[in-house]
């Protein structure tokens, strides 16, 4: 009897907001405990002495509804106090630190400095707000990505993305290491155990790189049976600097630049239904292609665009 599609047990690789979309709506279809979540920590730093990782607080935020619907990060219903008063003692601003959302890091911090591992406190975190999804950060040790800028050098991430707004001109971007750093035992058991992994429509250089960078992963992906969404549309990004990104670094700023990106595991690529007529017909390995209607504006979209994922990965790549 074919498997139905809330049965399946999926991982998800995400970054922040528009990953956040989708993991939410698979949150949906999937029976409670069936989803677990890999995410990006690549964006993580350091601000104030407090380990911020922007990335794993918007999926989890989401996923505990708390988050700020309006912007997609943050928690709702914020407040500023500790900005404001930052500011009049002239402290650096470019960063938005809500007062609930510093509480956050503040925990996070302490918990870190006593020794606890990342993994362990998003799972703590998780428990608190009540999420059955499992979170996972793609390591335990620090992977920052840095960016290298054609007129103003050598950047941390945070420092180009939001200090700058992503306007300098990039050159290439440096995904970093400890010399140890390795994917947490944890992400590894959820991918072997997953029937599908699913790439959410997060920008592939910023978000789905830093995780596909460590070696184990890569490697079980090609084994597993691999879905992804495109973030581009009509060769633009939703949101943030995924289209701009591939033009300064050579690339075609198109889904098919991102269905190349991930040739080597990947067995199904869903675009936009809009960019139909102009998707190459070329096929890549023995990748499928399908289209679908995946600009997810409201809840139901996410709910909508999760379901069709699954169903087609049933569909088009089998499952017993
Ligand atoms: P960030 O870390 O907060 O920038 O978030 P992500 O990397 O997870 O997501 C950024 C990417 O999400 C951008 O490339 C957008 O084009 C894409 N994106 C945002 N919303 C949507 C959507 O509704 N549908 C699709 N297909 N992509 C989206």
């Not at 991982?11 to 979540?37: I, R």
């Not at 599908?196 to 978000?207: E, G």
């Not at 390995?285 to 996410?302: E, G, N, R």
Request: with cysteine.
């Amino acid at each position: 009897m074919r498997k139905k599609v809330e049965d399946l047990k999926v991982v998800a690789l995400a970054g922040g907001v528009g990953g956040a979309k989708l993991v939410l709506g698979l949150d949906h279809v999937l029976k409670p405990g069936n989803l677990s979540v890999v995410v990006n920590t690549g964006d993580d730093f350091e601000h104030f002495g407090l380990k911020i990782c922007p990335d794993l607080d918007t999926i989890c935020y989401t996923l505990a509804d708390l988050v700020d619907t309006n912007r997609g990060w943050g928690l709702a219903n914020e407040t500023y106090q500790v900005s404001q008063y930052l500011a009049d003692l002239d402290a650096p601003g470019w960063f938005t630190l809500g007062d609930k959302d510093i509480a956050v890091h503040m925990e996070r911090t302490r918990l870190l400095k006593s020794g606890w591992t990342l993994s362990q406190v998003t799972q703590d975190f998780c428990e608190k707000w009540d999420i059955e999804t499992k979170v996972h950060p793609m390591s335990d040790s620090a992977a920052p990505t840095h960016i290298n800028t054609k007129n103003q050098g050598l950047m941390s991430f945070q420092e180009y993305f939001v200090k700058h707004q992503f306007q300098p001109e990039v050159v290439s971007v440096v995904y970093e290491r400890v010399l140890d750093s390795s994917p947490s035992q944890a992400v590894i058991n959820a991918i072997e155990e997953a029937d599908f992994v699913v790439i959410c429509p997060s920008n592939p250089i910023l978000s789905i790189e830093p995780i596909l960078r460590y070696k184990e992963i890569r490697d079980l992906l090609t084994e597993k049976k691999v879905i992804a969404v495109s973030p581009l549309i009509q060769g633009q990004a939703l949101k943030g600097p995924a289209a701009k990104m591939y033009d300064e670094l050579g690339f075609v700023p198109e889904a098919y630049t991102v269905l190349l990106a991930y040739q080597d595991f990947l067995d199904l690529f869903i675009y936009d239904e809009l960019d139909d007529e102009s998707f190459p017909k070329k096929k890549v390995k023995d990748i499928i292609t399908s289209k679908a209607q995946t600009i997810m504006k409201t809840k139901a979209d996410k709910i909508a665009l999760a379901r069709v994922v699954l169903e087609q990965g049933i569909e088009l790549l089998g499952m017993a």
